[in-house]
């Protein structure tokens, strides 16, 4: 089963007018869809632009793991580990709540700042906080999160290229550039893809692109 979501479905959130805006695929906050609370492992995925300036303050979180993907410009974070950092393109950030962690994330920067934030189900709720950055996450390496028993790849496609699905329960796919093609259907920027139970898939990119695919249980 192949269920495509467009990203101009999306429900709007954030806050405007202090610089925020969010775009959400799922249920979240004072958005409520008894329908749309999760896909596997899955809780959120939040397409995120921070005007220059602008930011969440300090919050809580907890049995979360949050891993965040930056698109352009840089991501400023501090946490209640003791850990703090600007995060760039290419890297990918990863927050496990565990028991209870709290986090701040601005734009400390000149220009706009873009990213997609995925929040996943732990497999075992609670324990220690965990925090790490992996920078400029290579072509093709995966991204494991035991915690929640899932992987992250991140692909760019040129022109013409093909990329694998992986072969998984659950795949749920985010179009983060490009025009791409998934079994007929015709994919853009924002676009996301809940994929149950298939096999030997694959995208087909008509310009260069760049998609998150997660492998989930």
Same mark, same amino acid.
């Given at each position: 089963?192949?269920?495509? +979501? +467009?990203?101009?479905? +999306?429900?709007?959130?954030?806050? %405007? ?33 921070? /005007? ?42 990863? #927050? ?16 706009? #700042? ?6 996943? /189900? ?24 035991? /915690? ?10 040129? /022109? ?19 025009? #791409? ?19 030997? #898939? ?14 989930? %249980?």
């Amino acid at each position: 089963m192949i269920d495509v +979501r +467009r990203g101009a479905d +999306r429900y709007e959130g954030g806050d %405007p007018a202090t610089g925020i805006t969010t775009r959400h695929a799922f249920s979240f906050g004072s958005y409520y869809d008894p329908d749309n609370l999760r896909f596997g492992p899955v809780l959120a995925c939040n397409e995120e632009t921070l /005007a220059p300036g602008a930011g969440f303050d300090e919050h809580p979180h907890s049995h979360t793991e949050i891993v965040t993907w930056v698109v352009e410009g840089e991501l400023t974070h501090r946490d209640s580990t003791g850990e703090s950092g600007r995060v760039g393109p290419g890297d990918v950030q990863y #927050l496990g709540a565990g028991s209870g962690a709290r986090h701040v994330e601005r734009n400390d920067g000149a220009t706009r #700042l873009r990213f997609v934030q995925t929040w996943l /189900a732990p497999l075992t709720p609670g324990g220690e906080p965990s925090y790490e950055v992996v920078r400029g996450l290579p072509e093709g390496t995966p991204y494991k999160v035991p /915690a929640a028993g899932a992987v992250l790849h991140v692909r760019r496609p040129g /022109a013409g290229e093909r990329v694998h699905v992986p072969d998984a329960e659950r795949v749920y796919l985010h179009v983060v550039r490009g025009d #791409l093609r998934l079994d007929g259907e015709e994919l853009g920027p924002g676009d996301s893809a809940r994929i149950t139970g298939e096999h030997g #898939l694959e995208i087909t990119a008509g310009s260069p692109g760049e998609v998150l695919i997660w492998e989930l %249980p």
